[in-house]
C-alpha cells in the first residue's frame, strides 16, 4: 500500500509539473556577448529618458521639521485625524518648502507640509491618509488616549537628500520572461533602480517605488480609483493605460525597526497621486498600495 501511495504522489507531482511547464512561458536564456542586446539598449535608454528626482529621508544632521514617528507638529486648530477604527496613527511629516529647495519632484506644492497618518486596515487603497496645511506648525501633539500603543512610533528627524530615481522593469511593464536579454544584462536592468539608495530602510517623497512584489502600481491606482480589480501581466484597455500615467509616488514608507515600524512581513507602504491633484495641494485622493515580502 504505502508503493501506491507514493506512486500517487509522483503522479500528481508530475502532473503539476508538466502543467506549469507546458502552459508557462520560460524566458530562453540569451548567450552572453561583447555587443548589447537590442532589448537591452531599448530598455535602458527607456530608464534613463524616465529617470526622476526622488528624495531620501535620512538621518538628519542639524534636525528640522521633517520627522519620521514621534509627535506631529498639527497647527494649532487642525484636529488629529480619524478613521473608521478611530485615531490614526502618525507615520511622517515633511516640510514641502525644504523639499522643494533640495530638489524634489517640481509637481509637488512648493508652501506648507504634509503629514502621513495610516490605519491598522493592511492592504486598503485609503489606509494611508495625507494632510496637508499651509499654516504655521504648532508643539508637538500628544497622540488621543485612545491611540494603541503599537501605534506610536519612535522618532527621526530626517534630511531630504536629493538623488535620481529610475524605474523598474515592473514599472515600464516590461515582461522578463519575453524580453530578450543575456542573463547579465537582465540582473543590471534589475538592480539599476536600486543602484544608488544602499542598504537600510528607504523613506522617500516623489521617484519611482521599489516594489517588493511583481506589480505595475501606475495600472494599480488607476484600476483602484475606478472600482476595478488588477492583476499584474493582465491586459488593459488603452484609456485605462493612458490615465496610469498621472499617477506619481508620493512617499514611500518603509518598515523601519528602529522606529518599531513594520508593515505585514517588512513591507513598505506607497502612497500615489494624479500629477495635477499634487500641484493644486489636493491631497485627499491618494492611492496606497502595500507590499510585503
Not at 526622488?54 to 485625524?81: C, I, M, Q, Y
Not at 478611530?86 to 507640509?113: H, I, M, N, T
Not at 500603543?149 to 535620481?164: A, F, N, Q, S
Not at 472600482?227 to 518603509?254: C, H, M, N, T
Amino acid at each position: 500500500m504505502a508503493l501506491i501511495g507514493l506512486a500517487v504522489i509522483a503522479t500528481v507531482f508530475a502532473g503539476i509539473y508538466l502543467y506549469f511547464r507546458l502552459t508557462i512561458p520560460r524566458r530562453l536564456k540569451r548567450p552572453e556577448s561583447s555587443e548589447p542586446s537590442d532589448d537591452f539598449v531599448r530598455i535602458r535608454g527607456r530608464m534613463e529618458n524616465m529617470a526622476a528626482p526622488t528624495l531620501v529621508a535620512a538621518p538628519a544632521v542639524v534636525p528640522d521639521f521633517s520627522k519620521l514617528g514621534g509627535h506631529p507638529e498639527l497647527p494649532n486648530g487642525l484636529d488629529w485625524p480619524e478613521g473608521p477604527e478611530g485615531p490614526l496613527a502618525f507615520l511622517a511629516q515633511f516640510d514641502l518648502q525644504l523639499a522643494r529647495a533640495s530638489g524634489g519632484p517640481e509637481w509637488l506644492p512648493g508652501l506648507g507640509a504634509i503629514y502621513v497618518f495610516h490605519d491598522e486596515r493592511w492592504g486598503m487603497n485609503d489606509q494611508v491618509r495625507i494632510v496637508h496645511s499651509t499654516n504655521e506648525p504648532d508643539a508637538p501633539r500628544t497622540p488621543p488616549a485612545r491611540l494603541k500603543p503599537e501605534l506610536r512610533y519612535l522618532e527621526r528627524r530626517v534630511e531630504m537628500i536629493r538623488l535620481t530615481s529610475t524605474p523598474s522593469l515592473d514599472w515600464l511593464n516590461e515582461d522578463v520572461r519575453t524580453i530578450d536579454v543575456s542573463e547579465s544584462e537582465l540582473d543590471e536592468l534589475a538592480n539599476l533602480p536600486s543602484a544608488d539608495l544602499g542598504s537600510g530602510p528607504t523613506h522617500k517623497l516623489g521617484g519611482y517605488p521599489d516594489e517588493i512584489q511583481e506589480e505595475q502600481m501606475a495600472l494599480s491606482c488607476e484600476h483602484a480609483v475606478r472600482g476595478l480589480e488588477y492583476r499584474f501581466g493582465k491586459p488593459v484597455s488603452p484609456e485605462i493605460e493612458a490615465a496610469s500615467e498621472e499617477w506619481r509616488l508620493l512617499a514611500q514608507i518603509d518598515s523601519d525597526s528602529k522606529l518599531k515600524m513594520n508593515w505585514g512581513d517588512g513591507g513598505m507602504f506607497y502612497v500615489f497621486i494624479r500629477e495635477a491633484d499634487a500641484r493644486t495641494g489636493d491631497f485627499s485622493r491618494t492611492v496606497t498600495l502595500s507590499q510585503t515580502h
